[in-house]
């Protein structure tokens, strides 16, 4: 049986739903991508147990069917395609023929009754939320998710409820950021999604410019997460657990407050972190006087200095910092300046932005 | 100042070593079991070790270490009475309390060993043998346990002191006397030189100190790479290494003798993953920071004893880790695993460390 994609828009779908598929997977067919032709309808799918991608997608087909192949080695085969403007896909019992022009690829499949499908979840109750709204959540918080980390819990986006508002809530234990959306939400709202759905996530409303014509809608149970972004579905499984009370290690006050300009910061951090040691991104500040001083080095004896104009009149104090952690926030932060709430050397200090009242950012200090 | 104190030009450490801890509590909560052969350890029924034996129980051969099972084997008579790590904790703290009055500069090694500067030390006319000779009477009167004491004016030599009069007993090696005791000191004793490193210094006809004097640096660092630098002062008695008092914890880990062997790597898998629930609890209970790890380690102890370690550089405690070090190290099992161990060693570079936000 013979279906014909549009060359084009199939590569753009594939690019998407395949990262999905990891090339190492104990599971050979967690490889693959799953086809289901349906009339002119063709849904395609990638799963890693964990989270499932999929999306839909026009086509000419002589029937219906379902097939599998695999993600990496069908992406680079399109991409190489992209001169024809239609590919065919002949499926046969074990293989299926990818024919471009006079091009042709046989791949083997793995049969689709094997894909390990999520069970599907519950879309009556789907809530719509602002395009906007959910950039904000990501881009304000995620860049401080844990990878990898023992503390399973802290290797996703944990989102809960605040005075009838979606809060955001990531930290990796070392630096943590939280944003109060505009979205309002049940007062039940806690659940962490896993670090890696929230990164598909971003790729697609990436994929779609973040428009704000988006259509999303979401929807949540005990176990599972779901999310719609216009013709994308987005399922994973929650991280099980208890977030910890970030409350706690948000400092209600601090000693002393440096102001500094957003630009000039973020220009002397990048100068500096030419030469910071790559293991630990150390860097070390010293405001005094309404001046703070910078300087890092690393193992080759190689040493970054720099003096910039600060608003400052507590005492001298040295603070170290991983440099990253920093400049990380300053990515993020809205508003022309920076306010750096400290209390002492072994204290988390507290980043606000002059223009960016939901967000708050704690960055833990590194012994230097 | 008294006479005695003239013998002391530079620094003044007194090594505390308890004579077979473990079971010297449990003979002294259970005066029976005097003039018997006591051991602390697993059951030799569940493939247990044993962490200390008494005096008596060591003339049969028996050591800590030793497998429960062999043990009974060396001495059917030994007592082997299960580890209560608790109490032994307990009476640690309190004998430690005793090192307090003598001086600030402590540092554990272990639950029963310790080194004391005492050099600033007013006490006892600032004669610190006589320091170490209260030391373990106050421990002997208040505790009803025994201690060995070495007295020296470095670390090194201390600890070969303590050894020297077990038990009960201590030693002195004055400043002007360490490069001629040193001499004669077998390389056993010397920190670094294990099993491994002592077979190549037998191979190579050194068996004490002083047969390795011949050796130059540079002969010793190609022997033993760079901590044959190390080793050329040790063996001149020469160490310089601090009483730390912050005591670093360097590495943490964890580990498990089966009571079946295992032949499979699934089932390997299986224990690894218990193995790594119980060190993320140690983390947790023990408020350990797993922000600063330098790389992670795996253990394992085949069923004719031989003894393999595997690490690799990881910055994460995941249990994908472990596996992949495990599955990289262990394509198929050719003799069966009697035990497993899983670890980490945390980063000491004390420049710079990060801290964490849930621990501080």
Known sequence: MRVIYNTKDLLDKIKNIAPTAEAKQTLMILGNLAFNINGNSSHITSSDLEIEVSSSIECDSEGDCTFTLPARKLLEILNALTDHEKVTFTVLESKVDITAGKSKISLPTLPASDFPFMDPIDTENMTSVDNNDLTKIIHKTSFAMAYQDARHFLNGLHLCAQNGKIVSVCTDGHRLAKYVSDINCNDDLSIIIPRKAILEINRILTYFNNNSDNLITYSYSNQNFVIHINDFRIISKLIEGNYPNFNKVIPESTSAEITVDKKTFKTSLNIISKVVNQQYKGVKLTPQNNSMHLISSNTDSEIGEDQIDVKYDGEEISIGFNISYLQDVIDVIDGDSIHICINDQNSGCLLKGNDDPNSIFVIMPMRV | ?360
């Not at chain 2, 390795?212 to 020469?238: A, P």
């Not at chain 2, 983390?283 to 069923?303: A, V």
């Open chain 2, 1 to 360: 100042m008294s006479r005695k104190s003239k013998n002391w030009k530079n620094r003044k450490i007194i090594h505390i070593d308890m004579d077979s801890f473990f079971a010297s509590i449990e003979i002294r909560d259970n005066p029976k079991l005097k003039d018997k052969p006591v051991a602390v350890g697993g059951k030799a029924t569940e493939r247990g070790v044993l962490t200390t034996c008494n005096y008596l129980a060591r003339e049969y051969g028996l050591h800590s270490a030793m497998s429960s099972k062999k043990a009974t084997q060396l001495c059917k008579d030994v007592i082997i009475l299960p580890v209560d790590i608790a109490k032994y904790r307990r009476v640690s703290a309190e004998i430690f309390k005793i090192f307090k009055c003598y001086s600030k500069k402590i540092e554990p090694v272990s639950i029963d060993e310790a080194f004391i500067d005492v050099s600033d030390s007013k006490y006892c006319g600032c004669d610190p043998e006589e320091m170490a000779r209260q030391i373990r009477l106050c421990i002997k009167k208040d505790f009803g346990l025994t201690a060995s004491a070495g007295i020296s004016s470095n670390k090194l030599i201390a600890k070969i002191c303590s050894d020297w009069r077990k038990p009960d007993n201590q030693f002195c090696v004055y400043d002007y006397d360490i490069s001629n005791f040193i001499r004669d000191v077998s390389l056993k004793s010397i920190p670094g030189i294990g099993r491994v490193n002592f077979e190549k210094c037998k191979n190579l006809n050194m068996l004490t100190c002083k047969n390795m004097y011949e050796q130059s640096r540079s002969d010793l660092v190609n022997l033993f790479g760079s901590y044959g630098n190390i080793l050329f002062d040790l063996i001149r008695g020469v160490d310089n290494r601090e009483v730390k008092t912050d005591r670093v914890r360097k590495s943490v880990s964890v580990e498990d003798t089966f009571l079946k062997d295992l032949k499979d790597i699934n089932s390997c898998l299986e224990k690894i993953s218990l193995l790594y629930t119980k060190l993320i609890n140690r983390c947790e209970s023990s408020n350990i920071n797993t922000g600063n790890i330098k790389e992670i380690f795996i253990k394992i102890k085949f069923n004719d004893f031989e003894v393999i370690s595997r690490q690799k550089k990881s910055k994460c405690l995941h249990i994908r880790e472990f596996e992949n070090l495990f599955n990289m190290n262990v394509m198929t099992i050719t003799k069966p695993i009697r035990l497993l161990g899983l670890g980490f060693k945390i980063c000491q570079d004390e420049e710079m460390s990060q801290i964490d936000i849930f621990n501080r």
